[in-house]
């Protein structure tokens, strides 16, 4: 069974949501500008794509390349460029720093310990990141609040020192966005067909099996506490979200398969 036929069920509220997504949108973009977008190439960041496109946003997008994407994940820019005619940019790390890194500490860095996953983070999505939102006034995230207890309180709009980050997938469910995808045949990863709910870079990221929560997959020999690679959480640590929000607490559980032992 594919990721659709497994996931996509709209909540019943779907349409006020969807709604509320496009509004905010635009009043981010007509607020914010210039207003970038920040696609992982996963599920949500697609949907957030279409809904620039139904929105008739003109928004720059970009892509963080870490040198350590799957194949399957890549191959998705052309998609997106060939379907909404928008240009994406790419950001890579500096060749010479993830070079060093990996002779000093070998291939298997991040395995080692956490301040080394941490490390190899920093250079291959921290620095492009700040390169890529230079200059912005706002950038747009397919953050959701069901993906993680250390998400639970993103709010539509969170104010940073020298920009806001939109999030107008906050309130969506995962069942939500399949079924948008669903709905408009938005192009998506085939790794989400295999069991890949959330998608970073090859080393750190493997299926999820029965039971497991949504971001299981992701750095899965660290503790549940660390697994973020620092591009929505603030200096201290802490999610960087600055209003409160009310909203009713989602299960991340999602129907996967079993392993046989």
């Excluded at 993103?154 to 995962?174: C, F, G, S």
Aim: net charge negative; aromatic share 8%.
């Amino acid at each position: 069974m594919g990721a659709i036929s497994l996931y996509a069920k709209a909540s019943p509220d779907f349409a006020q949501k969807l709604a509320h997504s496009l509004e905010l949108l635009k009043s981010s973009a007509a607020t914010y500008s210039p207003l970038t977008q920040a696609s992982s190439l996963g599920a949500e960041d697609m949907v957030v794509t279409h809904l620039l496109q139904e929105a008739g946003i003109d928004c720059s997008i970009f892509v963080l390349d870490t040198g350590m994407l799957h194949a399957e994940t890549l191959a998705l820019v052309g998609r997106i460029e060939e379907r909404y005619q928008r240009k994406v940019d790419i950001y890579r790390p500096v060749e010479s720093a993830a070079s060093a890194f990996v002779q000093t500490n070998g291939p298997d860095a991040m395995y080692k310990s956490l301040e080394l996953r941490k490390a190899c983070c920093h250079i291959r999505k921290m620095e492009p990141l700040e390169r890529a939102l230079a200059g912005k006034n706002g950038w747009l995230t397919g953050l959701r609040r069901e993906q993680s207890s250390a998400r639970a309180e993103v709010h539509d709009i969170e104010q940073q020192a020298e920009r806001v980050k939109v999030n107008p997938l906050a309130d969506w469910t995962w069942g939500d966005v399949w079924h948008y995808i669903s709905l408009n045949a938005i192009p998506y990863n085939p790794l989400h067909d295999q069991f890949f709910p959330s998608i970073g870079c090859a080393p750190c990221t493997r299926a999820v099996t029965l039971g497991e929560d949504f971001r299981s997959g992701r750095w899965w020999w660290e503790q549940e506490s660390a697994k973020e690679c620092g591009l929505h959480v603030a200096a201290d640590g802490t999610h960087e979200a600055q209003e409160p929000a009310a909203f009713e607490p989602l299960s991340s559980i999602i129907p996967i398969r079993e392993i046989p032992a």
